[in-house]
Protein backbone atom coordinates (compact mmCIF):
# COMPACT_ATOMS: atom_id res chain seq x y z
CA UNK A 1 0.00 0.00 0.00
CA UNK A 2 1.25 3.25 -0.87
CA UNK A 3 1.99 6.09 1.90
CA UNK A 4 -0.33 9.07 1.61
CA UNK A 5 0.82 12.05 0.39
CA UNK A 6 0.78 14.62 3.26
CA UNK A 7 1.05 18.21 3.08
CA UNK A 8 2.79 19.71 5.88
CA UNK A 9 4.32 23.13 5.35
CA UNK A 10 1.96 26.27 6.45
CA UNK A 11 1.60 29.48 6.07
CA UNK A 12 3.56 32.09 7.96
CA UNK A 13 3.04 35.59 8.95
CA UNK A 14 6.26 37.63 9.67
CA UNK A 15 7.76 40.65 8.16
CA UNK A 16 11.29 40.44 7.51
CA UNK A 17 13.88 43.29 6.15
CA UNK A 18 17.54 43.55 4.95
CA UNK A 19 20.11 43.42 2.21
CA UNK A 20 19.93 40.05 -0.20
CA UNK A 21 23.20 38.59 -1.63
CA UNK A 22 20.96 36.99 -4.58
CA UNK A 23 22.36 38.43 -7.97
CA UNK A 24 20.31 39.33 -10.96
CA UNK A 25 18.61 36.66 -12.79
CA UNK A 26 18.10 34.45 -9.88
CA UNK A 27 15.43 33.69 -7.45
CA UNK A 28 16.80 31.84 -5.01
CA UNK A 29 20.48 30.97 -3.67
CA UNK A 30 22.27 28.63 -1.22
CA UNK A 31 25.58 26.69 -1.21
CA UNK A 32 23.24 24.02 -2.32
CA UNK A 33 21.50 25.02 -5.34
CA UNK A 34 20.27 28.27 -7.10
CA UNK A 35 17.03 28.59 -8.48
CA UNK A 36 16.90 31.02 -11.60
CA UNK A 37 14.53 33.86 -12.44
CA UNK A 38 14.03 31.88 -15.85
CA UNK A 39 12.78 28.50 -14.01
CA UNK A 40 10.20 30.57 -12.30
CA UNK A 41 9.12 32.23 -14.76
CA UNK A 42 8.47 28.85 -17.21
CA UNK A 43 6.63 27.68 -14.30
CA UNK A 44 4.58 30.54 -14.43
CA UNK A 45 4.14 30.05 -18.26
CA UNK A 46 2.84 26.38 -17.65
CA UNK A 47 0.61 27.77 -15.02
CA UNK A 48 -1.39 30.16 -16.87
CA UNK A 49 -0.99 28.34 -20.43
CA UNK A 50 -2.75 25.14 -18.58
CA UNK A 51 -5.64 27.52 -17.03
CA UNK A 52 -6.08 29.32 -20.73
CA UNK A 53 -4.86 33.07 -19.76
CA UNK A 54 -2.59 35.29 -21.40
CA UNK A 55 1.04 35.01 -20.63
CA UNK A 56 1.11 38.87 -19.50
CA UNK A 57 -1.64 38.43 -16.58
CA UNK A 58 -0.46 36.10 -13.87
CA UNK A 59 -2.48 35.66 -10.90
CA UNK A 60 -1.60 38.26 -8.18
CA UNK A 61 1.20 36.04 -6.23
CA UNK A 62 1.68 33.10 -8.34
CA UNK A 63 5.18 33.82 -9.18
CA UNK A 64 5.84 34.26 -5.56
CA UNK A 65 3.94 31.06 -5.00
CA UNK A 66 6.10 29.34 -7.47
CA UNK A 67 9.25 30.23 -6.28
CA UNK A 68 8.60 29.11 -2.40
CA UNK A 69 7.67 25.86 -4.31
CA UNK A 70 11.08 25.60 -5.77
CA UNK A 71 12.89 26.05 -2.94
CA UNK A 72 11.15 23.76 -0.72
CA UNK A 73 11.46 21.13 -3.93
CA UNK A 74 15.45 22.01 -3.38
CA UNK A 75 15.45 22.16 0.52
CA UNK A 76 13.80 19.31 0.86
CA UNK A 77 15.52 17.15 -1.63
CA UNK A 78 18.59 18.33 -0.46
CA UNK A 79 18.48 17.99 3.24
CA UNK A 80 16.80 14.47 2.32
CA UNK A 81 20.12 13.63 0.11
CA UNK A 82 22.46 15.13 3.30
CA UNK A 83 20.58 12.34 5.67
CA UNK A 84 20.53 9.32 2.89
CA UNK A 85 16.17 9.77 2.36
CA UNK A 86 15.24 8.20 -0.72
CA UNK A 87 11.51 7.98 -1.92
CA UNK A 88 11.34 5.54 -4.69
CA UNK A 89 9.43 6.42 -8.33
CA UNK A 90 6.65 3.50 -7.32
CA UNK A 91 6.43 5.28 -4.08
CA UNK A 92 5.85 9.31 -5.93
CA UNK A 93 3.81 7.08 -8.77
CA UNK A 94 1.45 5.61 -5.99
CA UNK A 95 1.66 9.21 -3.83
CA UNK A 96 -0.14 10.81 -7.24
CA UNK A 97 -2.64 7.55 -7.62
CA UNK A 98 -3.55 8.25 -4.27
CA UNK A 99 -3.62 12.50 -5.10
CA UNK A 100 -6.02 11.74 -7.86
CA UNK A 101 -8.01 9.28 -6.33
CA UNK A 102 -9.03 12.06 -3.34
CA UNK A 103 -9.64 14.67 -6.30
CA UNK A 104 -11.75 12.86 -8.53
CA UNK A 105 -9.27 11.36 -11.00
CA UNK A 106 -6.46 12.70 -12.69
CA UNK A 107 -7.93 15.17 -15.37
CA UNK A 108 -9.45 16.81 -11.51
CA UNK A 109 -6.19 16.51 -10.25
CA UNK A 110 -4.36 18.26 -12.46
CA UNK A 111 -7.04 21.07 -12.71
CA UNK A 112 -6.84 21.62 -9.30
CA UNK A 113 -3.09 21.56 -9.53
CA UNK A 114 -3.41 23.98 -11.89
CA UNK A 115 -5.72 26.28 -9.81
CA UNK A 116 -3.13 26.18 -6.97
CA UNK A 117 -0.53 27.49 -8.95
CA UNK A 118 1.60 23.73 -9.94
CA UNK A 119 1.31 22.91 -13.51
CA UNK A 120 0.52 19.17 -14.08
CA UNK A 121 3.60 17.92 -14.87
CA UNK A 122 5.25 19.18 -11.55
CA UNK A 123 2.51 16.95 -9.79
CA UNK A 124 5.30 14.61 -9.29
CA UNK A 125 7.46 16.72 -7.45
CA UNK A 126 4.90 17.66 -5.34
CA UNK A 127 4.05 14.19 -4.16
CA UNK A 128 8.12 13.99 -3.93
CA UNK A 129 8.45 17.06 -1.77
CA UNK A 130 5.73 15.57 0.29
CA UNK A 131 7.09 12.37 0.99
CA UNK A 132 10.76 13.31 1.46
CA UNK A 133 9.28 15.65 4.51
CA UNK A 134 7.46 12.51 5.47
CA UNK A 135 10.37 10.54 5.39
CA UNK A 136 12.89 12.47 6.87
CA UNK A 137 10.73 12.87 10.02
CA UNK A 138 10.78 8.88 10.56
CA UNK A 139 14.39 9.08 9.90
CA UNK A 140 14.33 12.11 12.72
CA UNK A 141 12.15 10.72 14.96
CA UNK A 142 11.64 6.66 15.10
CA UNK A 143 8.19 7.33 17.15
CA UNK A 144 4.56 6.38 15.36
CA UNK A 145 4.05 10.75 16.54
CA UNK A 146 3.13 12.08 13.48
CA UNK A 147 3.34 15.60 15.11
CA UNK A 148 6.51 15.07 16.54
CA UNK A 149 7.90 13.77 13.16
CA UNK A 150 6.55 16.67 11.23
CA UNK A 151 8.09 19.01 14.09
CA UNK A 152 11.54 17.21 13.87
CA UNK A 153 11.66 17.89 10.32
CA UNK A 154 10.81 21.38 10.32
CA UNK A 155 13.65 22.13 12.81
CA UNK A 156 15.73 20.13 10.65
CA UNK A 157 15.35 21.78 7.95
CA UNK A 158 15.03 25.34 9.42
CA UNK A 159 18.81 24.41 10.83
CA UNK A 160 19.77 23.16 7.69
CA UNK A 161 18.56 26.28 5.14
CA UNK A 162 20.36 28.49 7.82
CA UNK A 163 23.53 26.04 7.42
CA UNK A 164 23.38 26.79 3.89
CA UNK A 165 22.73 30.04 3.77
CA UNK A 166 19.17 30.11 2.03
CA UNK A 167 18.06 33.31 1.08
CA UNK A 168 15.37 34.70 -1.82
CA UNK A 169 15.38 37.67 -4.54
CA UNK A 170 13.83 40.28 -2.78
CA UNK A 171 11.45 40.83 -5.30
CA UNK A 172 9.52 38.42 -3.06
CA UNK A 173 10.50 39.27 -0.24
CA UNK A 174 12.37 37.21 2.78
CA UNK A 175 12.93 33.42 3.42
CA UNK A 176 11.68 32.32 7.22
CA UNK A 177 13.66 29.43 7.71
CA UNK A 178 11.13 29.05 10.85
CA UNK A 179 8.12 28.27 8.65
CA UNK A 180 9.60 27.77 5.53
CA UNK A 181 7.98 30.05 3.63
CA UNK A 182 8.78 33.34 1.73
CA UNK A 183 7.84 36.42 3.86
CA UNK A 184 6.12 38.73 1.66
CA UNK A 185 7.39 42.34 2.21
CA UNK A 186 9.78 43.63 0.01
CA UNK A 187 10.18 47.26 -1.37
CA UNK A 188 11.51 46.28 -4.48
CA UNK A 189 9.18 46.87 -7.57
CA UNK A 190 7.95 43.81 -8.95
CA UNK A 191 8.02 43.07 -12.52
CA UNK A 192 4.34 42.77 -14.19
CA UNK A 193 4.65 38.90 -14.06
CA UNK A 194 6.14 38.64 -10.91
CA UNK A 195 3.90 40.50 -8.34
CA UNK A 196 4.01 39.14 -4.54
CA UNK A 197 1.51 36.95 -3.25
CA UNK A 198 -1.31 37.79 -0.94
CA UNK A 199 -1.41 34.20 0.41
CA UNK A 200 -0.10 30.85 -0.30
CA UNK A 201 -2.46 28.68 -2.93
CA UNK A 202 -4.58 25.92 -1.97
CA UNK A 203 -2.82 22.64 -2.85
CA UNK A 204 -4.69 20.09 -4.62
Known sequence: MGRRVVVAV??????????????AGQAAVSEEFQISQVDVEAEVR?????????PGEPPSGLALATTQRLVQD?????????????VTPAEIEQGVADLAASNGGLEALQQAAL??????????DFVRTNLLFNEIGQ???S?????????????????????????????????????LEIVPGSTVAEPADAEPADAEPATP
Open 74 to 86: ALFQAKAADLGVQ
Open 115 to 124: QAGIPADAID
Open 10 to 23: GVGVLLLSGCSAVG
Open 143 to 179: SADTAAQQAATREALAEYSDQIGLEVSPRYGTWNAQT
Open 139 to 141: VLD
Open 46 to 54: AVLEGIGQP
